[in-house]
Each structure stands twice: as structure tokens, then as C-alpha cells.
């Protein structure tokens, strides 16, 4: 016997409770890849077959279906009337009829096929069975044990299946090395020649938004919200924060007592990443101004149609402004959603501000004759 039946019923029993596959799903992808091998060696390849497998005894039993006719033409396809009612007594012309046939073995060719068949079908069914599982979970962040670094790539186990976190999608100046737990946010499930990949992150703002969800009951609750989030991950990010209840401070809500809010994200982003809470504002010019923060600006320009502001901050702003590398500004208009362009200009006198007068000169004291002068003359003035 070139297949033993008894032995892969085994294996495939093995296979399908490691992989926890439903046994319905196994029995037909083995009854499937069977009917092939059965065409193979047996039949013709146009065949109609069903075999069933006992999975516990391994026995093999192959139904080839045939059309009743007068007179046989092709005896792959066709059975008389006379055969065809041994089977079946009320059997007519025209009809199909299933002709049982007990299998025992395959060549070595149809063996082999079979096998390869059987388990790139089963991998394919806990691929199904996996992606299912996992894209309910999209959008969502999930616990991760870093397998292996390769390059610029991090492998990682999410329990049944493998994620990959491509370079784009990490912090950057983060170190991974196997065994590490991480908490990760899951973008999207693709099709891999190795299983289901899941496509993971840590760099994207939708990871920070969740982070601070899990600090903040208020955002469940609605009373603040997150208007937008601009990030460059493990440097600096920007998020504009509203109140949609009176007397809600938006800002204090998100960090915390004694910062302890943001201080718990910011532990697991790492501490080289900067986080600024500014507040969203309806007015652009004013949104302009707190997505500088902590630079202070005189005034802004705004062209609507090209989406562009012009920015005019302090000559000792500047730098600040713009921030290291461009930093600041880049963030501060990705947040607001308008190109920002940030000039200098030195600081002018505000009407009706007090200025600095000099006093009046004291005139110089004079001689002892001269006042003596001067308080007869006034005596002399006044008795008059």
C-alpha cells in the first residue's frame, strides 16, 4: 500500500486539534483532496467522485456517480439499466446513480498529491479561521510578544497568529528584542505564504488615541474629545483636545493630577517622546496660535483658499517656533490642516501704552543773597 489510511487519519487528527480546526471543516478538505487522488489513479479526471474517510478506523470509501443509459458509450461516466437497477430498482434512463467502491490504496503520485493537498488546505482553513477571529479586532490595541527582529522588520505572536511591524510603524528610537511584551495597535490582517499576517503598530496616532482612553474615563463618557492628533513617533506629538461640558478644563483632564494621565502614556511610548496638549478652537487663527504652544504669536495671516497662514511670533520666538529640525511647526500644521510659514517681526509700541518720561530738571539752589532777594520780594508782593 503506497498510503496508509489508518496513519494519516492520525496525523490529520493531530494537525486539526493543534490548530483547533472544527472536524467538519477537516473531514471535507480529506474528502476533497481523496476524490482527487481517487480521479487520478482510478477514474477520469472529469469524474463526479465523493469519498468519505472514518477518521478513527481510516477506512476509505469512494461513490462515483453514473448516468443510466441504454447503451454504454463511455463506462466512466455511463451505467446501463440493467447495473443501474441491481443498485437502484427504480431506476430510469437519464438518472444518476452512486456506484460504492472500497478504496485501498493510491500510487505513489496520487499519494503524495494528496497529502500536499490536505495540508495546504488545512493551513488555509485556520487562515480563514484566524482572520475571522482577528478582524473583529481591527482598530483595536492587543497584547504582543516580540518573536524575532529581522532588519527592519519585528515579528511577533498575537497568540494563534504572527503580526509584522514594518520600520514605518515603529517608534523610532525604540529597541525590540525577543520575549518583549508590547502593547500594539492591529491596522490590518493580510494573506501571507506563511499564515495570516497581522500588521501591526505602535507609531500611528490611532496607538496614542488609544493609550489615552484607557487614562481618561471622560473621553468614554463624551465630556472631552480628541479633535485631531498630529505625531512623529518617539519624538514629539500634538494633540488638540475639546470640552463638550461647561466648566470642563479639556487640557487638565488629559494630564492628569500631578501629570499622572499623560505620565502613564507617556511610559509606554518612552520618555524621548514628547507629548503637547493643546486646546482645539473654532477660529483658526486662534488654533494656530495654541498649536505653537509654548510659542507666543503676535498675529496670523490667514489665505483660506491656499490653505496657508502666515505666522508672525517675536524676534527671541523664532527658534521656538519653528522648533528643532522644523519640529514644531510641521506638527503644529498637520494638526491645524494649514501650511504654516512663521516670520519675525520686532515688537511695536501699542497705542495708549504708558511710556517712560523724563522728569523735569530741578532747577540748581541758588545763593544766600538771592533768596533773600526773592522772600522780600514776595513779602512786599502779598502786603500789597
Do not use: C
Not at 42 to 54: A, K, L, P
Not at 272 to 283: C, G, M, P, R
Not at 355 to 362: A, D, I, N
Amino acid at each position: 500500500m503506497d498510503m496508509d489510511f489508518k496513519q494519516l487519519a492520525v496525523a490529520i487528527q493531530a494537525i486539526a486539534e493543534e490548530k483547533n480546526l472544527p472536524e467538519d471543516t477537516v473531514t471535507e478538505v480529506v474528502e476533497q483532496a481523496l476524490a482527487a487522488a481517487y480521479r487520478r489513479d482510478y477514474g477520469d479526471r472529469e469524474q463526479e467522485v465523493r469519498v468519505s474517510m472514518n477518521m478513527h478506523s481510516g477506512e476509505v470509501d469512494a461513490y462515483v456517480s453514473k448516468e443510466v443509459v441504454e447503451k454504454i458509450g463511455d463506462e466512466d461516466f455511463e451505467i446501463s439499466l440493467v447495473d443501474a437497477k441491481k443498485l437502484k430498482k427504480d431506476a430510469a434512463i437519464g438518472d444518476m446513480v452512486e456506484i460504492h467502491e472500497k478504496v485501498t490504496s493510491f500510487g505513489r503520485v496520487a499519494a503524495q498529491t494528496a497529502k500536499q493537498v490536505i495540508l495546504q488546505r488545512l493551513r488555509e482553513a485556520e487562515r480563514e479561521i484566524v482572520l475571522a477571529e482577528y478582524e473583529d479586532k481591527i482598530g483595536t490595541v492587543i497584547n504582543a510578544m516580540v518573536s524575532r527582529v529581522e532588519g527592519m522588520i519585528v515579528r511577533l505572536e498575537l497568540g494563534k497568529a504572527q503580526g509584522i511591524m514594518p520600520r514605518s510603524e515603529q517608534i523610532q528610537g525604540e529597541r525590540y528584542y525577543p520575549s518583549q511584551r508590547l502593547k500594539v495597535y492591529l491596522k490590518d490582517v493580510e494573506r501571507g505564504p506563511r499564515g495570516p499576517q497581522l500588521v501591526v503598530s505602535r507609531g500611528n496616532t490611532q496607538f496614542m488615541e488609544w493609550l489615552f482612553r484607557a487614562e481618561v474615563p471622560e473621553l468614554e463618557a463624551g465630556a472631552v474629545e480628541i479633535k485631531n492628533i498630529a505625531r512623529e513617533a518617539g519624538v514629539r506629538s500634538k494633540i488638540a483636545v475639546a470640552s463638550t461640558v461647561a466648566g470642563v478644563d479639556p487640557v487638565g483632564t488629559f494630564v492628569g493630577g500631578h501629570g499622572t494621565r499623560v505620565n502613564a502614556v507617556v511610559g509606554e511610548v518612552g520618555e524621548q517622546e514628547k507629548i503637547d496638549i493643546i486646546v482645539f478652537a473654532d477660529d483658526t487663527a486662534q488654533y494656530i496660535m495654541n498649536a505653537l504652544s509654548p510659542t507666543k504669536v503676535n498675529r496670523v495671516a490667514i489665505d483660506e483658499s491656499a490653505k496657508r497662514a502666515k505666522v508672525y511670533v517675536p524676534e527671541d520666538q523664532l527658534s521656538i517656533a519653528i522648533g528643532r529640525g522644523g519640529q514644531n511647526v510641521r506638527l503644529a500644521s498637520k494638526l491645524v490642516g494649514y501650511e504654516l510659514d512663521i516670520e519675525a517681526e520686532k515688537q511695536a509700541v501699542v497705542e495708549g501704552e504708558p511710556q517712560v518720561k523724563e522728569l523735569p530738571k530741578q532747577p540748581k539752589l541758588k545763593k544766600k543773597e538771592q533768596l533773600e532777594s526773592s522772600l522780600l520780594d514776595a513779602i512786599e508782593e502779598h502786603g500789597e
